[in-house]
């Protein structure tokens, strides 16, 4: 590959992982006034739309589901837990484990956001036709990186 070929590559304009970066703070960046009004941070909503689907989970399946380590992770939840969204106990089966539930006042957090997807998606200015191509590729580079 020539030099010229080389020093283009490295253009950080041709970088898809900063793309990617650049990108995903933009749409937490949407995201962030509307859940501001509700008390939320963005990593707290992707833990409560992990909890919406699964009303209960360990906090290793929760740290898989989001990506996130448990140094990450634990200061969140007991933040979470002190403001009552949900409760952290240690498993009745397994001691190590500790497992998170919602509250009702976590489930009720649930009708507040209903319009955060779309508002995010209308401002993108993509068709949703558009933001599901994206979103497929995205999970396939995901998942092609992980291996």
């Given at each position: 590959?020539?030099?010229?070929?080389?020093?283009?590559?490295?253009?950080?304009?041709?970088?898809?992982c900063?793309?990617?970066?650049?990108?995903?703070?933009?749409?937490?960046?949407?995201?962030?006034?509307e859940?501001?009004?509700?008390?939320?941070?963005?990593?707290?909503?992707?833990?409560?739309?992990?909890?919406?689907?699964?009303?209960?989970?360990?906090l290793?399946?929760?740290?898989?589901r989001l990506?996130?380590?448990?140094?990450?992770?634990?200061?969140?939840?007991?933040?979470m837990?002190?403001?009552?969204?949900l409760?952290?106990?240690?498993?009745t089966?397994d001691e190590?484990n500790?497992?998170?539930?919602?509250?009702?006042q976590?489930?009720?957090?649930?009708?507040?956001?209903?319009?955060?997807?779309?508002?995010?998606?209308?401002?993108?200015?993509?068709?949703?036709?558009?933001?599901?191509?994206?979103?497929?590729?995205?999970?396939r580079?995901?998942?092609?990186?992980?291996?």
């Amino acid at each position: 590959m020539s030099h010229d070929k080389q020093e283009e590559m490295l253009r950080l304009d041709n970088q898809l992982c900063f793309a990617v970066y650049a990108s995903a703070k933009a749409i937490v960046g949407a995201y962030r006034t509307e859940l501001e009004k509700i008390g939320l941070t963005y990593t707290q909503y992707i833990a409560l739309l992990a909890l919406w689907e699964k009303e209960e989970m360990t906090l290793k399946e929760l740290g898989r589901r989001l990506f996130l380590d448990s140094g990450t992770l634990t200061p969140m939840l007991k933040k979470m837990a002190a403001a009552g969204l949900l409760t952290r106990l240690r498993s009745t089966t397994d001691e190590r484990n500790m497992v998170v539930r919602l509250t009702e006042q976590g489930r009720a957090l649930k009708s507040k956001v209903y319009s955060l997807p779309e508002q995010t998606l209308c401002a993108s200015k993509l068709s949703l036709e558009e933001a599901v191509q994206l979103r497929e590729q995205l999970k396939r580079l995901l998942h092609a990186l992980q291996e």
